[in-house]
């Protein structure tokens, strides 16, 4: 490696400080917003905005029922005609849901998330949800990585 005086290359990457989805969430805070599967589709989506978040887990018997997402709203609510105050978030809600460990890695969430087109993923450990990574959460995480580069790479460039 070329040593420069004045110059220090960084130790770690932000991929690698974020490199699960367990400190992905501790960065980010794990709290965790739900619904049972009996409520409305309306309180459903007013909880959504009052939180200005995309995506609620639906908690029933203390278990991941299923998500309930604004692409929910969309296609089996309002596409459809249903009424919101009307209709159950059981009977429109994501209910074959992808999960996340809390282990599972920075690449590894992107993928999922790129495969299965989706924006929203809970992490659960064991039968507890911990946590709700969006899309959004990867992106900051991929800005982060690139800001620290550019820092790296003007710190280099104004030493040479």
Do not use: W
């Amino acid at each position: 490696m070329l040593e420069v005086e004045g110059f220090s290359p960084p130790t770690t990457s932000m991929e690698a400080d974020m490199a699960n989805a367990k400190q992905i969430i501790d960065r980010k805070g794990g709290k965790v917003i739900g619904i049972e599967p009996t409520e409305s589709v309306l309180k459903a989506a007013q909880l959504m905005n009052r939180h200005h978040i995309g995506s609620l887990v639906v908690i029933d018997d203390h278990r991941l029922a299923g998500i309930f997402t604004e692409r929910d709203v969309m296609r089996r609510v309002v596409a459809k005609q249903r009424d919101a105050a009307e209709t159950p978030v059981s009977a429109v809600m994501t209910k074959s849901v992808a999960v996340a460990a809390p282990h599972t890695t920075y690449g590894e969430l992107c993928a999922v998330m790129r495969e299965k087109k989706i924006r929203h993923l809970p992490v659960v450990d064991g039968d507890e949800v911990i946590g709700v990574i969006s899309i959004g959460d990867l992106n900051r995480v991929d800005h982060n990585e690139q800001e620290r580069t550019i820092q790296y790479l003007e710190q280099y460039m104004s030493v040479t």
